[in-house]
């Protein structure tokens, strides 16, 4: 891997749909092949395997060797960056909200 890539922005890493589908199969399982991650796909092993690299190099996914096969496993640490940023906007829209209906019923009254 190199040194560019060490350290992958999770944004980045999750900004693909197929990416956010690998997490959710990883997610249902404790560690999976990537030839079972593959059949889940209308791509090629390759392809899924480039995902998972990406994946990996956002720290969201450890591999390990078992003989010839790779397997994979969730490591969700990473995903508490999308959760911390997004607790800031639910908290920026809850108080938006509570402050428009403040005004909906000011004019109601």
Same mark, same amino acid.
């Given at each position: 891997?190199?040194?560019?890539n060490?350290?992958?922005d ?7 749909p &197929? *990416?956010? $589908? %690998?997490i959710?199969l990883?997610?249902?399982?404790e560690?999976?092949? =990537? ?13 899924v395997?480039?995902?998972l690299?990406?994946?990996?190099e956002a720290?969201l ?5 078992v003989?010839?096969? &790779? *397997?994979? $496993? %969730?490591?969700?640490a990473p995903l ?5 940023? =997004?607790?800031f906007?639910s908290?920026?829209?809850s ?10 019923e000011?004019?109601?009254q």
């Open positions: 891997m190199s040194e560019n060490l350290l992958r999770v944004f980045d890493a999750i900004a693909d &197929t *990416r956010r $589908r %690998l959710r990883l997610a249902d399982t560690e999976i092949p =990537l030839h079972e991650l593959t059949a889940q796909f209308q791509m090629g092993r390759t392809a395997s480039k995902h690299t990406i994946l990996k720290g996914v450890i591999d390990r060797k003989g010839r096969e &790779t *397997r994979y $496993r %969730l490591n969700a508490r960056e999308i959760q911390d940023w =997004l607790a906007y908290k920026f829209w108080t938006n909200m509570l402050r428009l209906n403040l005004l909906l000011e004019d109601e």
